[in-house]
T-cell receptor, first 114, second 111 residues
Framework: KAGVTQTPRYLIKTRGQQVTLSCSPI?????VSWYQQTPGQGLQFLFE???????NKGNFPGRFSGRQFSNSRSEMNVSTLELGDSALYLC?????????????FGPGTRLLVL | ELKVEQNPLFLSMQEGKNYTIYCNYS?????LYWYRQDPGKSLESLFV???NGAVKQEGRLMASLDTKARLSTLHITAAVHDLSATYFC???????????WGAGTKLIIKP
């Protein structure tokens, strides 16, 4: 069974640009969560989607947005990039998004904003 | 606001020793998770703890949850070098599908 995949793996952008990251969950998983990991702030929750609906959003500015498609693939978009957006962006999937389920993480997309 | 605190943040130990990592959180929750992250890698789920008194064990690792004390522990028995990694605990904001993470404990086990 293929794991969670994320594309691209590495990305370099400049301030002011926008970026779209993609996540394909494990086949059959309908819940996708996104996290930002930085040395300074650690791991922070961005949002969670289930069946194309955003169920919760973390404390990030509106420049961070996401969506989920009918095949459960998810994208997140960051507009007007800032230097502080440089981070490892991780996505994770669960079968139904229930608390008792194991969450599987993808390898991450490492974004560098110059 | 839910806060999750891990300690220690850094731990260097010898193979064969036992040690415990602590995870304290600030509001009521009965859903706590432990993850492992190797350098440059993604996160791997270790344990899902969903009730007061829950105890899970896998190999040399054992995790427990005391919801009344708002405390979880990750105990390492007879550590081996392969357990070197950063360990994170995360707490579920009740019914919000949102995990709040500890800062991580970087564990180095010397042969």
């Amino acid at each position: 069974k293929a794991g969670v995949t994320q594309t691209p793996r590495y990305l370099i952008k400049t301030r002011g640009q926008q970026v779209t990251l993609s996540c394909s969950p494990i086949s059959g998983h309908r819940s996708v969560s996104w996290y930002q990991q930085t040395p300074g702030q650690g791991l922070q929750f961005l949002f969670e989607y289930f069946s194309e609906t955003q169920r919760n959003k973390g404390n990030f500015p509106g420049r961070f947005s996401g969506r989920q498609f009918s095949n459960s693939r998810s994208e997140m978009n960051v507009s007007t990039l800032e230097l502080g957006d440089s981070a490892l962006y991780l996505c994770a999937s669960k079968l139904r998004g229930e608390a008792y389920e194991t969450q599987y993480f993808g390898p991450g997309t490492r974004l560098l904003v110059l | 606001e839910l806060k999750v605190e891990q300690n220690p943040l850094f731990l260097s130990m010898q193979e064969g020793k036992n040690y415990t990592i602590y995870c304290n959180y600030s509001t009521t929750s009965d859903r706590l998770y432990w993850y492992r992250q190797d350098p440059g890698k993604s996160l791997e789920s270790l344990f899902v703890l969903l009730s007061n008194g829950a105890v899970k064990q896998e190999g040399r690792l054992m995790a427990s949850l005391d919801t009344k004390a708002r405390l979880s522990t990750l105990h390492i028995t007879a550590a081996v070098h392969d357990l070197s990694a950063t360990y994170f605990c995360a707490v579920d904001m009740d019914s919000n599908y949102q995990l709040i993470w500890g800062a991580g404990t970087k564990l180095i086990i010397k042969p």
